[in-house]
């Protein structure tokens, strides 16, 4: 296994729930609305894959209740960005990449997790992207890793996704990727 280590949680867009007004279409990321006293956080996430269909997966050290996972790069939505802008502005603050263009979205999801000390729900949309380098290195952004929480990262084949034991997030995201590049 090829992980590389690195250097607090990802800035994001929170808001408090009696400001909180989701469109319908943020409604239907999840089964409901947060919980009555969570916060809101919407964040744009980059399932990156290389020539070879593996993805980019950051590690992250978390206490409970997050835990120690595995996650796409991403963060959360700055004032008056939108999920794309976010996906790939939270990419390339956390790979250095700036070439990298958004394919399409492939899933949305709603958690409650930790973030900033407090518990949050979190809205997240996913976008498929590409890159044309196998195995691409990450270099240069290890103080915004160290800063972020990033521990880690690597590159991950589907059947690694399928066969362990690691807590990735989204769980699904082996199924994910099948179905975005059309394999079941």
């Known amino acids: 296994m090829d992980v590389r280590s690195t250097g607090s949680p990802d800035n994001g867009s929170m808001t408090t729930p009696d400001s909180a007004c989701l469109s319908d279409s943020e409604t239907s990321e999840s089964p409901g609305r947060a919980a009555p006293?969570?916060?809101v956080r919407r964040a744009g996430r980059v399932v990156m894959l290389d020539p070879d269909d593996r993805v980019l997966l950051m590690r992250y050290d978390d206490g409970p209740p997050n835990g120690v996972h595995w996650s796409t790069p991403g963060g959360g939505l700055d004032e008056g960005e939108?999920?794309?802008?976010?996906?790939?502005?939270?990419?390339?603050?956390?790979?250095?990449?700036?070439?990298?263009?958004?394919?399409?979205?492939?899933?949305?999801?709603?958690?409650?997790?930790?973030?900033?000390?407090?518990?949050?729900?979190?809205?997240?949309?996913?976008?498929?992207?590409?890159?044309?380098?196998?195995?691409?290195?990450?270099?240069?952004?290890d103080a915004m890793h160290a800063a972020d929480g990033i521990t880690a990262w690597r590159w991950w084949t589907v059947a690694e996704l399928d066969s362990t034991t690691e807590?990735?997030?989204?769980?699904?995201?082996?199924d994910l990727i099948r179905s975005a590049l059309g394999r079941r």
């Open 37 to 39: 006293g969570l916060s």
């Open 82 to 141: 939108d999920y794309p802008a976010a996906a790939i502005r939270e990419l390339a603050e956390e790979t250095g990449w700036t070439d990298i263009t958004l394919l399409t979205e492939v899933h949305r999801r709603s958690h409650t997790m930790e973030y900033a000390g407090h518990i949050v729900h979190q809205h997240e949309r996913l976008y498929l992207a590409r890159t044309d380098q196998s195995r691409r290195e990450i270099t240069g952004v």
């Open 167 to 174: 807590k990735v997030w989204p769980a699904e995201l082996a």
